[in-house]
Each structure stands twice: as structure tokens, then as C-alpha cells.
């Protein structure tokens, strides 16, 4: 075969693989346009289904009802019927939205499915749901803008109160972080709740972008902010370490019996101060987190008031213990809370939803602290146990700190 033979023959193939590529976006999404962001912030979602009977919206942003689940009352998303043009193209517009990030998926004739026209989307566990951002004063800080951006890091670091010679954590470092540099920062240890990892804090909670826009509009100090696995029986999240390629648990072992609160100091803080450039005492150190992450933060800071003086408890499961060789971290709880406020922490955060299926511990909760006459800043909203609460937070909470 001579030459020019054989380069008509791969330029006919390189075509025909392009034709094809071509050919499957078109087939997937075509010129549809899914979901579309109107001016009024109404949104209207499209979904090619021609053989479908019918085609079902769930999102963040509908109503929502409340059932009763082993874990109490919660709320859960109803769905919306999208309605078919006669062509196959079903469509549903929703009513205006709020500045937010917005999660949904379809289901087509009763299965889930993520939308072929969208392709940014979160993990949660173990769903995947697509997503758009309704700008406006209450999702500013969700975008990402024309600021200068943090680096975020995966650092690998030794836990030998675990048994483990690696675990990951994710590390957020400011714009203006140079480890040549003798300046120091403060450090927010950021923890996550049930099912996540150490990744959720950074594409679910929005982390990143919030920390760059703040710190941009110098309404937060520049600080390191560490977001770690919280499940003391992983080094990292699901299929990033060996034999690891397992779908994603809302519960985990060895997540609330005091693993991770025995190895937190020891471990991951000693780490931390041992290679970046931190201010190490508690007046700039902080830690925080959501539902389980809230939890190990009552416990960490409570078993380690010098070390932290700023703590927030987003929706935390406040009383959901069990049992364990590190038990010992949960017993005494209330004289060791009265020695952690004779040190006058700067800061003791409590924020939760009124729909919250951890309302109630957290009203015990903070009657506990009343009665040892704690001082705690208290913020409620509406909703419940969701991300949309607790991007809320940290937009809050981060202009508090140092």
C-alpha cells in the first residue's frame, strides 16, 4: 500500500471517528437547551424522551413534604410532571427562583436519570444530581468570579492512632499563601457529615469559591482551611486508595464511636502545623462542621479547649454517640464544656433549620449550655438538613473567624 493510500485511509477513519463523536452529541442533547435561566429566574428544563409514558422533576427548589424515616421526621422533595410537545421533547418551567444552588434530576417512566443537556454535576453519597446557580445577594459568594483563587491541595498524611500510614485530607491555601514566605495563617479545620468525604465541603458546600470571594471582598481573613475524611475506617474517599472501589454509605465504621476525635490532635493538627505555615495557638485556630462534622466538632473542641477558640456546630448531631474503644471522648461532656468556656472561646456558632430532624437535640444542646451560663451566638433558618443551610453557614461564619 503506498503512502498516499495510506493517509486518504487515516484522514478517511480520523473523519469518520469525528463524523461519529459528532453524531452521539447530537443524538445525546442536540439543540436543547436544559436548564434555561430566564431573566425573571424562572427555569425551564427540556428532556428528549420519545418513547417515554412519563417524564418527572425532582429538585431542591420544589415543595417539599414531610415523612416520618427511622432517623425521625424529615423532609422530602416531591416531583414535578414535564409535559410532552407531541415530539418527544418534554419541558416544565419553574416558578421564580431563589439566588442558590439548585440540584435536580428526571425520572423517566420512574427511573432516575441525570439530565444529557446539563453536564455539571455534584455527588452526594452515592447519587449524582445535576446543577445550575440562580445568581443573586445570597449566592454571591457560590460563583466563581474574576478574583484572585486559592490552591487546593490532596495531602496524604500518617495516622498511627488509626492503624493507618496514609489518609487524605483536601487543604484550601489562600491567593496570597507562599510557603518561601515567614508569613503564618490561621487554620478552619472544615468537616463534613454522614456519607461524605473529603471532598464534599469543596464541590458540595461551594467552599472554595465562597473562602476566594470573601477573602477578594476583605470580609474574611486569608486563612488555611483543612477538610479531612471524617470515617475513621477510610484514608480517603471511595476508589482513591487500594481496595477502595465501593459505593458510597451514609453510614460508615468507625465514624461517631471516637476514632476520629482520639486521632484528630495527634494526628491531623500535628501534621498540619508541621508543614504549612500556621499561627499555632487557639486564637487562630478554628473547627467547624455539618450534622457529623458539627458532632466531631462539639467533641474535638470540647476534649481539646486549648487548641481551639473558635467552634461551629452546623446542624450538628449533637447526641448521636455510640459505642467503642474511644468512648471515653463522649463521657464527663458536661464538666468538660465547663472547662472549655472558663477559657472564654472567641467564638461558639450554632446555626440549624427549624425543619431539622436534629432541631430538638440542638434545643437540648443549647439548654445545657445555658445552664453552665456558656456564651454561644445562635442563628435558625428555615429548611432542614441540607446543603443549602449550610453554604449559608460558612458564608457566615468565615467573616467571624480571627
Known sequence: MTKIKMSILAATAAFAMTMNAQETVHLNTGDIVSPEIHADNTVTFRLLAPQAKTVELEGSFLPKQ???????????????????????????????????????????????????????????????????????????????????????????????????????????????????DARSFPVLYLLHGSGGDENAWMELGRASQILDNLIAQGKCRPMIVVMPNGNGAQQAMPGEYPNSMYKPMFINPKCMEGSIEAAFVKDLVSYIDGHYNTIRNSDYRAVAGLSMGGFHSLYISANHPNYFGYVGLFS???????????????????????????????????????????????????????????????????????????????????????
Not at 463521657?331 to 432541631?359: E, V
Open 66 to 180: 414531610k415523612v416520618q424515616t427511622p432517623l425521625g421526621e424529615v423532609e422530602q422533595a416531591t416531583r414535578a410532571k414535564l409535559t410532552n410537545d407531541g415530539k418527544g421533547l418534554w419541558s416544565y418551567t419553574s416558578s421564580v427562583l431563589s439566588p442558590e444552588l439548585h440540584t435536580y434530576s428526571f425520572f423517566v417512566d420512574g427511573m432516575r436519570i441525570n439530565d444529557p443537556s446539563n453536564v455539571y454535576m455534584l455527588r452526594d453519597i452515592a447519587t449524582y444530581q445535576n446543577y445550575f446557580l440562580i445568581d443573586g445577594e445570597l449566592s454571591a459568594n457560590y460563583f466563581v468570579r474574576e478574583v484572585p483563587h486559592g490552591t487546593i491541595e490532596k495531602v496524604w498524611y500518617p495516622s498511627p492512632t488509626l492503624g493507618m500510614s496514609q489518609r487524605r485530607a483536601t487543604v484550601y491555601l489562600p491567593a496570597c499563601y507562599d510557603a518561601r
Open 316 to 402: 450538628a448531631a449533637v447526641s448521636r454517640q455510640g459505642k467503642g474503644e474511644n468512648d471515653w471522648i463522649y463521657s464527663d461532656l458536661d464538666q468538660k464544656l465547663k472547662n472549655q468556656f472558663k477559657l472564654n472561646p472567641k467564638l461558639y456558632y450554632i446555626a440549624i433549620g427549624t425543619a431539622d430532624f436534629l432541631y430538638n437535640d440542638n434545643v437540648a444542646f443549647r439548654k445545657k449550655l445555658d445552664e453552665i451560663g456558656a456564651k454561644y451566638e445562635y442563628v435558625e433558618t428555615d429548611g432542614g438538613h441540607e446543603w443549602r443551610n449550610w453554604r449559608k453557614y460558612l458564608n457566615w461564619f468565615l467573616p467571624k473567624l480571627f
